[in-house]
């Protein structure tokens, strides 16, 4: 069968001394959301008419009203089963190192939170964050390319690779 994902992205917004990043803690459409209660960055799908740059541009201007000015690929992840059904997703994984505009305190999903990236690991996260935010909040790391398979809403594993750097 062939390997047809969801395509998503997922953004960390670093504030200008790199020492938080904006998540927005997902409350606000209650227990019935597969996010609900967890802490996470900004994103969403990409769209059928845009490429995945402008797909993360767009979700961070609807998510949190900004602009980015500078962003770099962190890097890949595949989640085959990640889905609330199964389904298999594969997110492209972008640091957003300098933006202009304002965030509001909240959007549809939940408060927005300026967090310190030392704490972040200390918050509820999806089980699979820990294994790949370091990676994306090592600033200087090379973009790695990950695996993450999902079986019964928990990762069975994690390998990257990377290249370059």
């Not at 799908?45 to 541009?57: C, F, L, Q, T």
């Amino acid at each position: 069968m062939p390997y047809t994902p969801i395509l998503a992205t997922l953004g960390y917004v670093f504030s200008p001394d790199r020492a938080r990043v904006l998540l927005v803690h997902r409350t606000a459409r209650g227990p019935t959301d597969p996010h609900f209660g967890k802490y996470n960055g900004l994103g969403g799908k990409v769209e059928r008419d845009e490429d995945v740059v402008a797909g993360m541009r767009r979700e961070i201007r609807e998510e949190a009203g900004l602009e980015c000015d500078a962003m770099h690929l962190a890097g890949t992840i595949s989640w085959p089963g990640f889905g609330k059904h199964g389904e298999d997703w594969f997110g492209f994984v972008f640091r957003v190192t300098a933006f202009s505009g304002t965030p509001p305190a909240a959007n549809e999903d939940g408060p927005l939170e300026w967090v310190d990236v030392n704490r972040v690991l200390t918050l509820p996260l999806w089980p699979g964050d820990p294994f790949f935010l370091p990676l994306v909040f090592d600033l200087n790391s090379a973009p790695f390319h990950g695996v993450m398979p999902y079986a019964d809403g928990r990762p069975s594993a994690w390998r990257y690779s990377s290249v370059g750097g």
